[in-house]
């Protein structure tokens, strides 16, 4: 944005009645320009790359672990000084649209990522979160036109901090631990596809996996609770079987179901991980294809439309990839029993 455009525009503003909702924002458009300028969440993402590539290095050298905690906790910092600034331009929590959603979701993996690292200290599994969380920030800075950036004002039904504090973030953040058990998930089949995974790795993905199953699945099913509790406070009823409620239910469903199957023993630590990147395609009708492709429902205000044919493809290919894996899985088991 030309600096002299910016003044120029504030200056027409000014210079016209505009509504009291609009007023107390004049005196930020300076601010919102300067965080437009300042690219803040691409140079979170290159840090959180380079947190990734650090720690997956640091097994050859222990002393890189220091740059890659540094470099994390850089990427976060800005990460939070981004928020920090949309929420004080907007008044509300960063996530009244679909980019602000994965922008909190990208922060999720992060997060959910360090703390798994600080638990289980394992240096390779862990930087391909770091690697995630970047890519969701460059997909997110990367589609203005399809994910748009931009500070509207909040429609009627959003203006409660609480509510989207406590319903919209609890449910966008639950996204965050499923897009690692599909990070996760991705890389099994692909490294069990080269013959390169061993059992051992396979039983410590498995348990990451599992455990950011059950954060995911308490998270949304609280989420779903709260979003029928602001739904009776608005709307009048708790349920009405909207797209966007059937689809965060649906998705809640899918991975109880991989829970319970691994409970009751009916699938193995591989096929745990070979289940979450297709649960994973129930959350991605829930998160963006009741907005982008449904478009239908109470939750008009998150309508929109664009990436559909990106979004498919990477739909079609995670579908070929588990169909591939599922079936060299079936192939070895085979053949172990048969040679025994």
Known sequence: VDPGLAIDLELVIRAQEV?????????????????????????????????????????????????????????????????AVRVYITGFAPVTNMYGTMLWVSFGVALFGALLFQMYQRAKMISLLYAGAGLVLILTEGFPLVLN?????????????????VHVLTITISYAAFTITMLLGNYAMVMNAFGKLKSEEIKDLSHHCYRM???????????????????????????????????ALI?????????????????????ILL???????LVIMAWYGVNFVLAAGLHSYGFSKGGATWVGIFVGLQIILAVASIAKWKLDEMKTAKNA
């Open 19 to 83: 509504p009291e909702l609009f007023k107390g924002q004049i005196d930020k458009m300076g601010l919102e320009v300067t965080l437009y300028r300042s690219h803040v969440f691409w140079f979170a993402a290159l840090m959180y790359f380079a947190a990734g590539v650090l720690l997956w290095l640091s097994d050859k050298d222990s002393r890189l672990r220091k740059y890659a905690q540094g470099a994390l906790i850089a990427a976060l910092s800005l990460h939070i000084l981004g928020f």
């Open 149 to 165: 950036p931009g500070l509207d004002p909040v429609v009627a039904v959003l203006r409660s901090n609480l509510w989207l504090t």
């Open 213 to 247: 199953i059950q954060l995911g699945v308490f998270l949304l099913t609280v989420g779903i609770v709260l979003g029928g509790v602001w739904a009776d406070y608005s709307w009048g009823r708790f349920w009405g079987w909207d797209p966007k409620e059937t689809w």
């Open 251 to 271: 998705a809640d469903l899918g991975y109880l179901a991989i829970l319970h199957a691994r409970i009751t023993g009916w699938v193995s630590p591989l096929g």
């Open 275 to 281: 289940a979450s990147p297709v649960a994973y395609l």
